[in-house]
T-cell receptor
Framework: GENVEQHPSTLSVQEGDSAVIKCTYSDSASNYFPWYKQELGKRPQLIIDIRSNVGEKKDQRIAVTLNKTAKHFSLHITETQPEDSAVYFCAACSGSARQLTFGSGTQLTVLP | KAGVTQTPRYLIKTRGQQVTLSCSPISGHRSVSWYQQTPGQGLQFLFEYFSETQRNKGNFPGRFSGRQFSNSRSEMNVSTLELGDSALYLC?????????????FGPGTRLTVL
């Protein structure tokens, strides 16, 4: 089955700096890669996703890149703000399955 | 549109008991997936239902089961509860027309097994 590895497990940045979180996946059939943000005590919220037919997607301060050959994808947050502090999860999904395999999460802390 | 709802939000049970959790998907969504979230194991897939049929199942023992009703609402049941079943149980719904797998999560049910 699919295996998703996520790094780093914790990340602290100064407000205004950029943050990068990286994930690798094992199943070459995976074709959908969402990122979720989970604040303490709240539900995971989909913040951005990318399909395997594109290499990069951007939404304001958030971007995701995908390298299918290397089987890795990354989340980039620019101009970080304290409200970006949360746990971020990457996930991968293959084919028509609706089974997301999640990474282990990254605790992002943005220091004011 | 209202989001995914789950009831109850919190539950305390003792070992050996059984529990039923409920999930109502976003209106129009017909696929419901269930996940278990724990500090040690992270987010793990339990099962997925579409049109009242279980289409996919994760690597969990048979004590974990589920079903889906004709209105797309879903329930999951855990029998003979163990301490290790303490977790946040999340359900997620997916638009029927989605070619991919955008999943929108509910707030979860926090289950504590004593």
């Amino acid at each position: 089955g699919e295996n998703v590895e996520q790094h780093p497990s914790t990340l602290s940045v100064q407000e205004g700096d950029s943050a990068v979180i990286k994930c690798t996946y094992s199943d070459s059939a995976s074709n959908y890669f969402p990122w979720y943000k989970q604040e303490l005590g709240k539900r995971p919220q989909l913040i951005i996703d990318i399909r395997s037919n594109v290499g990069e997607k951007k939404d304001q301060r958030i971007a995701v890149t995908l390298n299918k050959t290397a089987k890795h994808f990354s989340l980039h947050i620019t101009e970080t703000q304290p409200e970006d502090s949360a746990v971020y999860f990457c996930a991968a999904c293959s084919g028509s399955a609706r089974q997301l395999t999640f990474g282990s999460g990254t605790q992002l802390t943005v220091l004011p | 549109k209202a989001g995914v709802t789950q009831t109850p939000r919190y539950l305390i049970k003792t070992r050996g008991q059984q529990v039923t959790l409920s999930c109502s998907p976003i209106s129009g969504h017909r696929s419901v997936s269930w996940y278990q979230q724990t500090p040690g194991q992270g987010l793990q897939f339990l099962f997925e239902y579409f049109s009242e049929t279980q289409r996919n199942k994760g690597n969990f023992p048979g004590r974990f089961s589920g079903r889906q009703f004709s209105n797309s609402r879903s329930e999951m049941n855990v029998s003979t509860l163990e301490l290790g079943d303490s977790a946040l149980y999340l359900c997620a719904s997916t638009p029927r027309t989605s070619s991919y797998n955008e999943q929108f999560f509910g707030p979860g049910t926090r289950l504590t097994v004593l």
